[in-house]
């Protein structure tokens, strides 16, 4: 098995690992902050909170694996772009997970201490908890912004370079648009996250991502055009 097949296999099974974490990540955490008792559900479900924490984690990691599996081979299309792939998916939205992770933690302490603190100081922490709260939910729309930048690059090196149909990248193309709308709409609040119109809107990132992972782990990428990139550069 080639190294360029190889390749292709790890990066369509990163991007489901990371899609089912994040998945999860949601299933896991929505419960608990949902509603304004949140504080008392974070003290209640520390276990469940911290798992929640976990997967966003192993989502991050993840997803960062990916360009870094990509560097490689898109650095021989278009480098300027296979580096700033690097620089959006790999660096900047890693560093926005670890800041919702860290996030969560506080949270989870401002919860242990409004439970404990009682009446008199619950005021205090409940102020603190929703500055939290209200923090983590301006980070999502912002690594949304993040994510659909580095997206944008790789499909535009991928419709290029033809190293997978360009059905799916152009599919790839229309759907992290629409993704980058939403993160927009959020931002100036003509959205809220999880609503319908933001699911269907998200929806056909979500499945694209999929249809395009087991397409690499299934087909790879396209031999002819690496074989045309391998020339190109044996060539200059």
Request: hydrophobic share 55%.
């Amino acid at each position: 098995m080639s190294s360029n097949r190889k390749t292709a296999i790890i990066v369509g099974v990163l991007y489901i690992i990371g899609t089912v974490a994040g998945i999860l990540s949601v299933v896991f955490s929505t419960p608990i902050l949902d509603g304004p008792d949140f504080l008392i559900k974070v003290s209640a479900n520390e276990n469940q909170f911290v798992v929640a924490a976990l997967f966003v984690l192993l989502m991050g990691l993840a997803l960062a694996m990916v360009p870094v599996m990509m560097f490689p081979i898109l650095k021989k299309h278009n480098q300027a772009l296979a580096l700033g792939y690097v620089v959006f998916r790999g660096a900047l939205e890693t560093a926005t997970y670890i800041a919702m992770v860290i996030t969560w933690l506080f949270l989870l302490i401002v919860g242990r201490e409004y439970v404990a603190a009682g009446a008199p100081n619950a005021s205090y922490f409940q102020t603190l908890g929703s500055l939290l709260k209200e923090g983590n939910d301006s980070i999502a729309p912002i690594l949304g912004i993040v994510f659909s930048l580095g997206a944008l690059m790789l499909y535009y090196v991928f419709y290029q370079s033809k190293l997978i149909p360009r059905w799916i990248s152009g599919w790839g193309f229309f759907a992290i648009i629409l993704h980058l709308a939403t993160c927009f709409l959020i931002i100036f609040h003509l959205q809220s996250a999880f609503s319908t119109i933001n699911m269907v809107m998200n929806f056909p990132i979500f499945l694209q991502e999929m249809v395009m992972a087991v397409w690499l782990i299934v087909k790879g990428f396209n031999p002819s055009a690496i074989a045309s990139l391998s020339a190109q550069t044996d060539t200059n």
